[in-house]
């Protein structure tokens, strides 16, 4: 089934504009610090399943 399947590797959210605000969430890319460290260890399935989360918190933002 190719139709469902994400581009592999999965590109990383990082846009080198790194800090922490008070929501615990990076500024630059908003991942939280845990998921930044584990990003090196993830397979492409489990960041392609981050970005969506980050795509949610982006949206979330956005609207407040």
Do not use: N
Not at 18 to 33: P, Q
């Amino acid at each position: 089934e190719q139709g469902g399947q994400l581009p592999l590797p999965c590109p990383s959210p990082c846009v080198k504009r790194c800090g922490i605000d008070e929501s615990l969430l990076c500024s630059g890319c908003l991942r939280t610090g845990r998921e930044v460290a584990a990003w090196l260890t993830m397979s492409d399935v489990e960041r392609w399943d981050l970005l969506m989360q980050v795509s949610q918190r982006t949206r979330r933002d956005r609207s407040h």
